[in-house]
């Protein structure tokens, strides 16, 4: 008989190590900056640092999954958890000393980045071993919600512990992945069923998890709808703050915009995968394209912040259910050997999505007004949306219960 998620020892000790470890992030995320801004007063370093965070772990990406697929995933997530600590410790103890300079800084950041760059591929392909095929799903849209509530109270923490004290925060990320890194030592993953030959090259093992993504449509069509998504999701956010900063709206207002975007977030995770298991992949993928589709323009008519923060709430109950559903499958398609470079690529991708789809954003609302710049952005995910509801690909998706038998198969064909 299988377990209930909510019972699974190992699972629940993951879930609740990565919810302290995604608040004790976010809390850095936002005292960053406002450390950087308090030492040298300049807005280009303040970016550079958040900047380096994020390049890194595109950068981390592709070679990441490799080690991945190449090395023990629990020891990767602990590496990860423990150099994470000790990097930010170091950062309290400079603050203490008052020895803190902007290359010390530079060099946390980056750490970080690269830990999550590398802890985000080996806890996917963990995942699969951790809980039964069934209840993947689930799980997917719980770690979700888990990043949202994460994020959420992280970023609420932050700027209140700054104000108590510029180390008090990083204090707190301290704190958090030490917790995360105990809880991690007793949470039991089981082995991969492939390793990878001790002399085998990683430029290689790169290169097949790259072709593995393209050659198979399906794993190839769901990476470019949650690409395309996250681009154009991404963008729309910067030009609506664009468009109701004009329209007079508060800070205070846009700030309830950006918690009404969590909240849902948070809603349509927990929500997700009820959504998953009542409707087919091709419908849960679709319908959450034509909803945006349909729900981006209404921003035009909009010019409360109360009134945006509640669409904003709309839009992000779908996605998570999207999400879940192209994770899922994602993984149970794909061979356990390659389980690692699969999220690699994944983080690479979805890494520059989210900082190009701000750029450009930012660029089209520059060089358009805000209500043509939305008009565009939501012709844009009608367009894509029409396209998938068209695919073949798409239309032909397999049902949940027969990918862990392909992905077996193509294990079995592999080793021959």
């Known amino acids: 008989m299988t377990v209930p998620l909510s019972r699974n020892r190992d699972y629940r000790l993951l879930w609740i190590s990565q919810a302290l470890s995604a608040s004790g992030f976010s809390a850095s995320m936002i005292a960053f900056p406002l450390l950087v801004l308090a030492l040298t007063g300049s807005p280009a370093t303040t970016g550079l640092v958040l900047g380096v965070e994020a390049a890194a772990q595109v950068v981390v990406g592709l070679p990441g999954g490799a080690l991945v697929d190449r090395w023990n995933r629990k020891k990767i997530m602990l590496m990860a958890e423990a150099t994470q600590a000790l990097a930010v410790a170091s950062l309290v103890l400079a603050l203490w000393l008052d020895m803190l300079g902007v290359a010390h800084i530079v060099v946390v950041a980056a750490l970080m980045g690269v830990c999550n760059g590398l802890f985000g591929p080996a806890e996917q392909a963990a995942l699969v071993k951790i809980v039964p095929q069934e209840q993947l799903a689930t799980a997917l849209a719980m770690n979700s919600a888990r990043g949202a509530v994460g994020q959420l109270s992280g970023t609420a923490l932050g700027g209140f512990l700054f104000a108590v004290g510029r180390l008090v925060p990083f204090a707190f990320n301290v704190l958090t992945h030490t917790i995360s890194f105990v809880a991690l030592l007793f949470v039991r993953v089981p082995p991969s069923e492939v390793e990878q030959a001790p002399d085998s090259h990683l430029g290689k093992e790169m290169a097949e998890g790259l072709r593995w ?204």
């Open 213 to 416: 993504v393209w050659r198979q449509r399906h794993v190839r069509v769901t990476v470019l709808c949650a690409v395309s998504l996250n681009f154009l999701f991404s963008a729309y956010y910067i030009v609506i703050i664009v468009l109701v900063s004009g329209r007079g709206v508060s800070s205070g207002e846009i700030g309830v915009m950006a918690a009404m975007l969590g909240v849902g977030g948070i809603c349509g995770a927990l929500l997700a995968p009820y959504l998953h298991r009542a409707m087919s992949p091709y419908a849960s993928i679709i319908v959450v394209f034509w909803a945006l589709a349909v729900l981006t323009p209404v921003a035009v008519f909009i010019d409360n912040g109360l009134l945006m923060g509640a669409l904003f709430f709309a839009m992000a109950l779908l996605p998570p259910t999207a999400n879940t559903t192209i994770n899922t499958y994602q993984l149970l398609l794909t061979p356990d050997r390659l389980r690692g470079r699969l999220s690699g690529v994944m983080g690479m991708i979805s890494g520059v999505s989210a900082a190009a789809g701000p750029a450009f954003g930012g660029l089209l609302v520059q060089a358009v007004a805000g209500t043509y710049a939305v008009l565009l952005i939501a012709a844009a995910i009608a367009v894509i949306a029409l396209i998938t509801t068209l695919s073949p690909t798409m239309r032909s998706f397999p049902r949940e219960e027969t990918l862990a038998m392909d992905a077996s198969d193509s294990e079995t064909t592999k080793g021959r």
